[in-house]
């Protein structure tokens, strides 16, 4: 491969053109770009700058303020090695013409060490910190090309690129993309089709695609950039909204094998007899579902409500209307000791209409299993409950009509496609509790259409929360010996975010000896945590549930929730360490009851911020507002749940300051393939071969395109 393309061929740099023919590029580099993914030209475009310099956001060395985030730029003017009777560590002295910073690394030092030459001219950005003067503390840094930057005589923008060892090996820091990209971008025109509808691009007056690719690498003003940037939040937006639209689009084009007539008998059986009356909000999304339940298109339907927002009593009307027409519900639950939480649940509210949930789940004696088997096969079994194996294995239904779907993540959300391949179509509700931010919920649900209870019962109990810290603990574990001698239940939760996080459960399982041994030695206590066999937690919960257990310490399992309205009051250790919404749900598994409850949070290491996070719990129950708090304070990688989401790995776009643009690609999604279902169009082309190129592993299960 020649490195001596002449300067004409760069001009014929097309999108699918390999990395290699790039002028700049020779076979190492070549190596270390398709290391990190980058293939085609087009990759390499779009491996947009991670941040910027200008003017506006580089603070002169005088003016730092000790404690904030700061960007400086200046020259390094010495460097060495420091060893003093307690640490080592890399000094880089940079000045720039108002004074002079300290950098300095205790770790990484045999990188450090060879990444700056004396004179070189540098950014550094990081948290000013102070001791023994003002100084940055393994700062982010990015050198600069002699004279590119000049604060006082240039106003210009430097784009700073995402890098990885591997790059930066072949010179491929964040310097050497700009020197590849900057004669490529600045002398030819790029030759990119216009993936975005004509229409859309002038109604929203979006930057075309090359002269947006190029504000985005080497913008000529802040103003230029932040439209470049718009263009490519909505254009990511966008094509991930059409995929979802596409989805649902698949989902309802096809039509119920079955049909409900009317209600029918049971429903009014179910509710004449209830002991309390529903909430507005209860009847309201009754009402959604049976709209939906009737029409001949196939229910894909989220209900979202709060814990204790009434969710099984919805779920069990809806199932006696499919019941009362002549047709199967099976209920699905993420465990089976909650499967047989609804089991218990639905039998006692379905007795007066006389339906008699079967349960189905693992353990169970093999003839006793066969014989559900077939009944659920003659259809003499209307109703089961059972895991999502229920509707995976050799289960066949003799006419299943609706599967609803208790889940606390996505994750398990049943794949259609299994249940087709089966002959069976049924509409499908899935409940979740979790109280996702609208932002997020358009994201993950967003094939789905959504019906939210958004009102509580009149309360039962009261919880109480509060703050400690653990001077306090001594006091607080009295008390709960003399609840406990009342009577009543305790949860004590440990953190273990990750299951793999050895140490956390270290931590558990010592705290547990510790709490048995030392201070509740004449009590009961139980210890539960995720690394246990299903068998084993079912048991614990069983006698938890029953009564035998006084204490139930556990690492988070327990949010996933079984009710003991015998529990009154819930310490959670190390409460900073968790999210909101997970204190959230967790607190929903007490005050189940009749009694006042308590829910302790001991806060062991407070900084401001961790501090103000679990104020927010003491403020509100409501469970959308502390997820939107949530989700602004730890971003959505972090959020509850959803880490392992693909969808929410968004390359620009940002799911909580582009709220309002998300709602705008949105619409123009869903109004895009609303009038051309196909992409048929020849406006709709390039939009269509995009999202055939670029999101074909979503579209597995999707036939429509
Ligand atoms: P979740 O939405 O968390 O699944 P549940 O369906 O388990 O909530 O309901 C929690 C409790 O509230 C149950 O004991 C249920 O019987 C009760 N409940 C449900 N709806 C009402 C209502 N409208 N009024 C009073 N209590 C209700
Ligand atoms: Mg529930």
């Not at 937006?237 to 119920?256: D, E, H, S, Y």
């Not at 399982?509 to 030695?521: A, C, D, R, S």
Request: proline fraction near 4%; charged fraction near 25%.
């Amino acid at each position: 491969m020649s490195r001596q393309i002449s300067k004409q061929s760069l001009s014929y740099l097309k999108p699918e053109t390999p990395i290699i023919y790039v002028k700049g590029v020779g076979p190492k580099r070549a190596d270390a770009l398709e290391d990190s993914g980058i293939k085609t030209f087009s990759d390499l475009i779009y491996r947009f700058p991670r941040r910027y310099l200008d003017r506006s956001t580089i603070t002169p060395i005088v003016k730092l303020k000790v404690g904030t985030e700061a960007t400086i730029v200046g020259k390094v003017f010495s460097q060495n090695f420091v060893k003093t009777r307690r640490r080592s560590f890399y000094q880089v002295l940079i000045g720039d013409e108002s004074g002079q910073i300290k950098c300095i690394w205790f770790n990484g030092i045999k990188y450090i060490k060879d990444a700056f030459k004396t004179g070189d001219m540098v950014a550094m950005s990081g948290r000013i910190d102070f001791f023994n003067g003002p100084r940055l503390i393994h700062p982010d840094y990015d050198k600069l090309e002699a004279g590119e930057w000049d604060p006082i005589h240039t106003a210009r923008i430097i784009p700073l690129y995402p890098s990885s060892a591997f790059l930066k090996k072949v010179g491929l820091d964040s310097r050497g993309i700009r020197r590849l990209l900057r004669p490529i971008l600045e002398q030819f025109p790029l030759s990119f089709d216009e993936i975005l509808p004509e229409s859309i691009i002038s109604k929203f007056e979006l930057t075309e695609i090359n002269e947006a690719l190029r504000q985005i690498h080497f913008p000529e003003s802040i103003e230029y950039l932040n439209r470049a940037r718009k263009r490519f939040k909505f254009e990511e937006l966008f094509f991930l909204q059409l995929l979802l639209a596409v989805k649902r689009q698949g989902i309802k084009a096809t039509k119920k094998p079955f049909k409900y007539e009317s209600p029918g008998p049971l429903l009014k059986k179910i509710y004449d007899k209830l002991s309390f009356e529903l909430t507005d909000a209860q009847k309201r999304v009754i009402h959604e579902i049976w709209d939906e339940m009737k029409s001949p298109e196939v229910m894909n339907r989220l209900l979202q409500g709060d814990v204790g927002s009434g969710k099984t009593i919805v779920a069990l009307l809806c199932a006696s209307i499919a019941i009362g027409n002549g047709f199967q519900v099976a209920v699905m639950a993420p465990t089976e000791i909650l499967a047989e939480q609804h089991y218990r649940n639905l039998k006692l509210l379905g007795e007066p209409a006389g339906i008699e949930p079967r349960l189905l789940i693992g353990g169970q004696p093999k003839k006793e299993r066969e014989k559900i088997l077939g009944e659920i096969e003659s259809g003499a079994i209307s109703l089961v409950v059972g895991t999502h194996a229920l509707i995976q294995e050799g289960v066949e239904f003799k006419n299943l009509s609706l599967v609803i779907i208790d889940e606390q993540h996505r994750f398990g959300v049943v794949q259609r496609s299994k249940l087709i391949g089966k002959g069976l179509n049924p509409d499908v509700l899935v409940m979740t509790a979790t109280p996702i931010p609208r932002t997020l919920s358009i994201t993950l649900y967003g094939d789905m259409d959504v019906s939210i209870i958004d009102e509580m019962p009149a309360k039962r109990g009261k919880i109480i929360t509060k703050i400690i810290n653990e001077d306090r603990l001594a006091d607080v574990y009295k008390y709960i010996g003399e609840q406990v001698k009342k009577g009543n239940q305790v949860y004590i939760v440990y953190p273990l975010i990750d299951e793999s996080e050895k140490l956390d459960l270290q931590a558990a399982i010592q705290g547990f000896e510790y709490l048995k041994k030392n201070v509740f030695p004449d009590l009961n206590l139980s210890l539960l945590h995720g690394s246990m066999s299903n068998a084993e937690k079912d048991e614990i919960m069983r006698s938890f549930v029953n009564g035998t257990v006084n204490i139930l310490v556990s690492t988070t399992v327990i949010e996933v929730g079984v009710d003991n309205p015998n529990v009154t009051i819930m310490l959670i250790e190390n409460a900073e360490r968790f999210g909101l919404t997970q204190i959230h749900q967790l607190r929903g598994r007490i005050g189940r009851g009749e009694k006042n409850s308590i829910c302790i949070l001991v806060e062991r290491k407070r900084t401001e911020i961790s501090h103000r996070r679990l104020k927010t719990i003491l403020s509100t129950t409501n469970g959308f507002e502390i997820s939107e708090e949530d989700l602004k304070l730890r971003g959505p990688g972090e959020f509850y749940g959803t880490k392992q989401h693909g969808f929410l790995k968004m390359k620009i776009a940002d799911l909580i300051s582009d709220k309002e643009l998300l709602k705008i690609a949105r619409r123009e999604a869903f109004q895009i393939l609303d009038d051309d279902p196909h992409l048929r169009r020849t406006n709709n082309k390039y939009v269509r071969n995009h999202l055939i190129k670029n999101y074909s592993e979503y579209l597995e299960f999707i036939n429509v395109l």
